[in-house]
């Protein structure tokens, strides 16, 4: 269920419309094969790069304007809190989480068969001059069944602690260890 109203932006109007009973600010259309959460039409954004209005948005795909492809949240004009991307199908494809514009807590894909594939930490780190993400927690892969391939854990964007890369079949193949980027015998 659909509903529509249009708020005057810097550079066009921008439209806010209602989606399972929640508003969204609502942004171009996007095709099946460029759903990303880091793409997005300029003239939302202002000089500064930052988006023209704070809430929720929402995508639909250009294919069938009645499925969902993209849903995230604006703060102070930056990603902040959950981005969720959707394939074709319904499907979750990406879901992301964001403080102040950068990359913080997970990231997550999953493939057509609804898998998990993949399942990332990111941590904002605040330099003073600029704002960046960096790797950090236990980063995870699956392949296409399901199965563990690679676990790998980093601290402030450097490999730390123990690293495991596992056969097709889900058994151990390699086991390391790091401390701060350096490769150690425990």
């Known amino acids: ?80 809190g959950k981005s969720t991307q959707f394939y074709f199908n319904g499907g979750k494809q990406s879901e992301y989480e964001f403080l102040d514009g950068e ?15 993949l399942e990332y930490q990111h941590k904002y780190k605040d330099y003073l001059n600029f704002q960046s993400s960096v790797r950090n927690g236990e980063w995870k892969d699956w392949n296409d069944n399901g199965t563990l391939i690679r676990i790998r854990n980093f601290q402030d964007d450097e490999l730390h602690g123990r690293q495991l890369k596992f056969l097709e079949n889900g058994q151990l193949e390699k086991e390391e260890f790091y401390i701060k980027g350096v490769k150690t015998n425990n």
């Not at 003239?43 to 294919?63: H, M, P, T, V, Y």
């Not at 990359?103 to 594939?117: H, S």
């Open 1 to 80: 269920m659909f509903s529509s109203f249009y708020l005057s932006a810097q550079k066009s109007q921008i439209k806010q419309t209602t989606y399972n009973d929640e508003n969204y600010w609502k942004y171009e259309s996007v095709d099946s094969l460029n759903n990303t959460p880091f793409k997005f039409p300029t003239d939302l954004l202002s000089r500064d790069g930052k988006f023209a209005k704070d809430g929720k948005w929402i995508s639909f795909f250009e294919e069938d304007s009645s499925k969902v492809a993209s849903i995230f949240e604006v703060k102070n004009g930056k990603l902040n």
């Open 103 to 117: 990359q913080n807590g997970y990231e997550r894909y999953w493939n057509k068969k609804g898998i998990l594939v």
